[in-house]
C-alpha cells in the first residue's frame, strides 16, 4: 500500500503545478476552477497510467481470503501477475481508476 500511495502521490504533486503553468501559457484558462480542472484531470492521466501496477498488486493483495496466501510478497506479485495475465494485466482497471482520479483530486 506504502508502494502505492508513494507511486500516485509524488507522480500527482510532482506535476501539478507545472501542468498548471503549462495550461496557464498555452490555453486561454487562467486560474479557477476550469485550470484546476485540466490540471487535475492531467495529472491523474499521467499518475496513473505509470503508478496502475501498484494499485493493481495492492488489491489482489488485499483480495486474498483470509487464512490463505497467493501471493509471497509484492515482487512475486508483480512477477506472478505478469506472467499469468501478461503486462496487459497489470493495467487492469485503468479506465475506472482514471475517472476516479481525475474527478476526487481536482
Known amino acids: 500500500g506504502l508502494h502505492r500511495q508513494l507511486g500516485f ?29 485540466a490540471a487535475g484531470i492531467s495529472t491523474a492521466v499521467a499518475a ?8 493493481v498488486v495492492k488489491i489482489r493483495m488485499q483480495a486474498a481470503k483470509s ?11 508483480y512477477y506472478k501477475i505478469a506472467v499469468t495475465e501478461g503486462t496487459k494485466g497489470l493495467w487492469s482497471g485503468l479506465g475506472p481508476n482514471i475517472n476516479r482520479l481525475s474527478i476526487s483530486k481536482i
Open 67 to 77: 487464512g490463505t496466501v497467493r501471493y509471497s510478497g509484492t515482487l512475486a506479485a
Open 48 to 55: 496513473v497510467c505509470i503508478a496502475q501496477p501498484t494499485e
Open 9 to 37: 502521490c509524488t507522480i500527482r504533486l510532482g506535476l501539478y503545478d507545472t501542468t498548471k503553468d503549462f495550461y496557464m501559457k498555452n490555453t486561454p484558462l487562467n486560474e479557477g476552477l476550469p485550470l484546476r480542472f
